[in-house]
């Protein structure tokens, strides 16, 4: 049986990396991949969640096919590996780092999508944003301004599992695993 695309999106800031390095390993444990994101951010802000390009080396890329998905989104491209088409179809769950407004071209390409989507509070988000300090004040506000542009239209679709990111990032881990282990919502 084909494996599980679980699409987490989420404001920049809701705290994703985060969520991911906190629960990498108990993911790891039931089979749940998390794929690396290719993106044109330099190396040293890329983490181990991401591999940083030029913004040649991501056209050159997209090009010859790597990415199952890419998007544009806060001045900079991302790639998701096609490689996680090959996860999917030997049963792995793959869970992807994505993007709101690729939402819709996703669930066309991945119809059985589990979506699951991060939020907190936008004050408690402006103050992440700003503690984390990768981003200047200016592009801190068009994040926040790209924030509030999503409706609530997403909140509302019936398929996607909200999870709240505002307090301890422990019971965020928690309730995503809970929800992967067969919450109703995942199901
Ligand atoms: N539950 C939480 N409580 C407090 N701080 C958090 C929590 N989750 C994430 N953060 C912090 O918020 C900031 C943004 O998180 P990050 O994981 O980089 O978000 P995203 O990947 O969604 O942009 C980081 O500085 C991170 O340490
Ligand atoms: O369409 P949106 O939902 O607004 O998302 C657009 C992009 O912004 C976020 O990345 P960002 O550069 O903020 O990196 P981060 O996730 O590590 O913060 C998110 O992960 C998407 O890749």
Not at 10 to 39: F, T
Not at 48 to 58: I, K, T
Not at 162 to 182: F, I, M, P, Y
Request: charged letters at 25%; glycine letters at 10%.
């Amino acid at each position: 049986m084909a494996g599980r695309l679980i699409y987490l999106i989420g404001p920049s800031g809701s705290g994703k990396d985060s969520l991911l390095d906190a629960a990498r390993a108990r993911l790891a444990e039931r089979g749940c991949r998390i794929v690396r994101r290719v993106i044109t951010r330099s190396a040293e802000a890329a983490g181990e969640a991401a591999q940083g390009v030029s913004p040649e080396q991501f056209a050159a890329m997209d090009a010859e096919g790597a990415f199952a998905l890419s998007w544009q989104a806060n001045g900079l491209s991302y790639g998701i590996p096609r490689e996680i088409d090959d996860w999917l179809a030997a049963g792995e769950d793959v869970l992807v780092n994505g993007s709101r407004g690729h939402l819709a071209q996703t669930r066309l390409r991945y119809p059985t999508l589990l979506v699951v989507l991060l939020s907190v509070d936008q004050a408690v988000l402006r103050q992440r944003l700003l503690a984390r300090g990768r981003e200047s004040i200016a592009d801190i506000d068009e994040r926040l301004a790209r924030n509030a542009r999503f409706s609530d239209s997403l909140i509302a679709a019936p398929d996607v599992f909200l999870l709240d990111n505002s307090g301890a990032l422990a019971l965020t881990v928690e309730r995503l695993l809970g929800c992967l282990d067969g919450h109703p919502a995942c199901a």
